[in-house]
């Protein structure tokens, strides 16, 4: 890595091509794949003007980088790594510095390269990035060289206005701007949300398509959202706009990408799968194409239309490069690069110039690969100079230390249904509920609202076991409120079912619960059932279907989020204060650096595989 920061791309705005937005429907199948491989010329030999018949265009990727400036802490902050003798082994990895490097070695020697994303960029954000409404992310996507993403459901936490804003740029409309004498840009590369439309005009908000050029050669790129956005996102965010099927969408504008002349189509779609395997390297072919994934990607790639060459997904924050068969049989890559900046995936697509398509036959797993942004690396130093200036900012109210763990406490990386962080966001909302009404009996927390893990070890120099305001809001950035609703013991028990029933069914959403409520999960089951209803208690004693209960929880569960109906239908809500003061609040209250919490022992739902 050389010791200044390499020179943005001159093609960038040159070659780039914003695609108008208009035209429907779906599309013929692909032209028959050729046997070639790039450099080589074919059957009726190099065009006129001396190029060669075929090109190899490399299309890096990568998604849910959700402003990991940082590197990411403990589990958040690794990969595993299969072994050539069947073990696995855990590596650091992340962070922009390192992302940064690992896009421009990549690079090198590869004149056409674009780079693409599939979502959620940001939202759901550390402090360094999110106490900034997320500016610094976009800036530091600018300098790292990404041409196009795709618009995620975080994208939307903050509303379709900010999202324009984070698209051409200005000052946050309340909180201003960040640094004197200086105007947020916006992004150098478009934002793609082509099934996402305005309720009234039944327009996309932003940009449906945009198509790359490079020498003659172009490639489309569309860009969606999961259809179910609305359910994971607050009512605030999604007001005013619609949500379209994510096939019907795809096909649509490969329609009108063709009918332009453009044959080469990438689709950046924010929903993803779960790999058989966590390791980032394993075959997800085997033992046959795709039958190393399960979930909603599976079914949207196979209802694709052909003419679509390769799939960059996202939004489930896994691993996987596979070929997956499109609805004519072909195979067809898909892929996600896990989240956080700690993966990237280099796929290589061979661009034929007389037939303007992609050879299909060499978009193998052999030529698309997941690999690991390792921090043994030198670091990028326009992202150093980038986070120290950022940092300067946050860290009069990111250093101060607001409690004390005596160990990890694992959240988003914890390995099971129960995590020992979720216990402790349960607990402390059930706290602060109690606080406001002492009437208050439970807490219930979604496991999609608790973005890290806390700990042990210091960040900084605040000492190991320190938990400062950064640390808590990186866990919980959503500055959702603490609600308290009233609900009968049989909606909390319906509640508890629709974590693995309905929207949930084929992916369970374990809600995290306070101290004294347990039940049995038996996962052998299927559906509702898996919650064994005569097993739920509180505080020992069987919950009552005709008793009425005091619930805590934040204000996006409250509002019925992440499938949970149920929950949204509570009766006298009383509104408290944001999540993560009520979580500060508990952990200053119940630590000290001679007295730290220690880690729970997430044993309040008993598992039955």
């Not at 618009?151 to 701007?177: I, S, T, W, Y």
């Not at 196979?302 to 939004?315: E, Q």
Request: contains cysteine; charged residues 20%; hydrophobic residues 35%.
């Amino acid at each position: 890595m050389p010791a200044t920061p390499q020179p943005r791309r001159p093609r960038r705005r040159a070659t780039r091509v914003l695609a108008a937005a208009a035209g429907l429907a779906t599309i013929g199948a692909l032209a028959a794949a050729l046997p070639a491989s790039a450099g080589q010329d074919t059957a009726g030999g190099a065009s006129a003007a001396g190029k060669k018949r075929t090109v190899d265009v490399q299309l890096l990727s990568f998604n849910d980088f959700h402003g990991n400036l940082q590197p990411p802490a403990g589990s958040s902050g690794q990969v595993t790594e299969k072994q050539p003798d069947g073990s696995e082994k855990k590596i650091d990895a992340g962070g922009a510095e390192y992302l940064a490097t690992s896009l421009r070695t990549a690079r090198k020697g590869k004149p056409y390269s674009v780079t693409a994303a599939a979502g959620d960029l940001i939202g759901a954000s550390p402090l360094l990035s999110g106490l900034f409404h997320d500016e610094p992310t976009v800036e530091a996507m600018n300098k790292l060289g990404l041409d196009v993403t795709s618009v995620g459901n975080h994208e939307f936490d903050e509303g379709a206005k900010e999202l324009a804003r984070m698209q051409k740029g200005g000052c946050h409309p309340k909180d201003g701007c960040f640094e004197k004498g200086k105007k947020f840009k916006g992004a150098d590369y478009p934002y793609l949300a082509a099934n996402v439309t305005d309720e009234k005009t039944d327009k996309p908000i932003l940009k449906p398509y945009w198509v790359w050029k490079h020498k003659g050669v172009k490639v489309g790129f569309i860009g969606v959202t999961l259809e179910g956005t609305p359910d994971i996102v607050s009512a605030d965010g999604v007001k005013g706009l619609k949500f379209h099927d994510e096939i019907e969408t795809v096909n649509k504008y490969a329609k009108i990408l063709d009918k332009q002349g453009v044959k080469s189509i990438v689709t950046l779609i924010h929903e993803g799968g779960a790999p058989a395997s966590q390791a980032y390297n394993y075959n997800c072919d085997s033992p046959g194409a795709g039958d190393g994934i399960s979930g909603p990607i599976t079914t949207i790639a196979k209802g694709i239309t052909p003419k679509v060459d390769a799939l960059v997904t996202g939004h489930t924050h896994a691993a996987y490069v596979c070929s997956i068969p499109d609805p004519s049989g072909k195979a067809r890559m898909v892929t996600s690069a896990s989240s956080f900046g700690k993966l990237y995936t280099d796929t290589t697509l061979t661009y034929d110039r007389r037939t303007k398509d992609i050879v299909r036959t060499s978009v193998k797993s052999a030529k698309s690969a997941n690999h690991v942004v390792s921090r043994e690396q030198a670091k990028a130093p326009d992202m150093t100079s980038l986070i120290a200036r950022w940092d300067k900012l946050a860290a009069p109210v990111a250093n101060q230390p607001v409690g004390f763990i005596s160990g990890d406490i694992p959240g988003r990386g914890a390995t099971t249904p129960e995590a020992p962080l979720g216990d402790l966001i349960a607990d402390a909302q059930l706290a602060h509920g109690k606080s406001l009404d002492p009437e208050t009996d439970l807490a219930l927390m979604n496991p999609g609202g608790i973005r890290s893990d806390l700990v042990h070890k210091a960040s900084g120099s605040e000492g190991d076991g320190a938990v400062t305001y950064g640390e808590g809001f990186t866990v919980q950035p959503f500055s959702n409120t603490v609600n308290l609703v009233d609900l009968t013991g049989a909606q909390v028990i319906t509640g508890l079912k629709q974590q693995v029933s309905g929207s949930n069914a084929a992916s369970p959403k374990i809600l995290q619960i306070s101290d004294g409520l347990t039940y049995t999960l038996d996962m052998t089951k299927s559906g509702a059932d898996r919650v064994v209803t005569d097993s739920i208690k509180l505080d020992g004693k069987a919950l009552d279907p005709n008793a009425t209960y005091r619930v805590a929880m934040n204000s996006f569960l409250a509002g019925g989020g992440d499938g949970f109906a149920e929950l949204g239908k509570g009766t006298k809500p009383l509104v408290g204060s944001d999540d993560l003061k009520a979580f500060n609040e508990y952990l200053t209250a119940n630590s000290s650096a001679d007295k730290p919490i220690a880690p729970p022992k997430a044993d309040r739902i008993t598992i039955v595989k």
